[in-house]
């Protein structure tokens, strides 16, 4: 299989199982925030030292490509004939129950943190931000070509258990968070 085709070059690509759209349609728009939030979580995985956080963050991806493939399939009858996965209330399910087991380990919050700490923190926390944004692509496919909503839940609690984990390795380092203060108002 060749890597390039150049059937994109004037701007185009092939949805699976549908038309060929622009590379700024909704869709394709969605399915690449979800595949740049996949690239991120290659990196969280690369930095923890965490066996259990990397396990957990190859899972996530694997899902994540599911996801980018459920987004890209427009009809819901090639996507059943292809076994394509859809979002499904196990996988959020799955989301919650990470979330509370790792909340056990970490103390309550009091205030806002600031993103960072070590390197597996700050990238979990990147990770975080970019799964926010594909949210919100999602959401915008969701408005104009009706989706699951289970695909909204996934993404939404995902992003929750990403703070979670970024939490979780600062932690398990050894480091406080740095709580956020504020600037003085009219300084």
Known sequence: MAIYTK?????????FGGPRVAKDHLRVDAYGAVDELNAVLGTCAAETEQDDVRALTQTLQSTLFDLGSYLASPDPARRKASRIPEPSDSDVALLEARIDGFEEELSPLR???????T?????FH????VCRRAERRVVALHHADALDQVALRYLNRLSDLLF????????????????????????
């Open 119 to 123: 390197r597996a923190a700050a990238a």
């Open 111 to 117: 205030r806002f943190i600031l993103p960072g700490g």
């Open 164 to 187: 979670v984990m970024a939490r979780v390795e600062n932690r398990r380092a050894g480091l406080a968070e740095v709580e956020w203060k504020g600037r003085e108002r009219g300084a």
């Open 126 to 129: 990147l990770a975080r931000t």
């Open 7 to 15: 059937r994109g070059d004037l701007g185009e690509t092939d949805l």
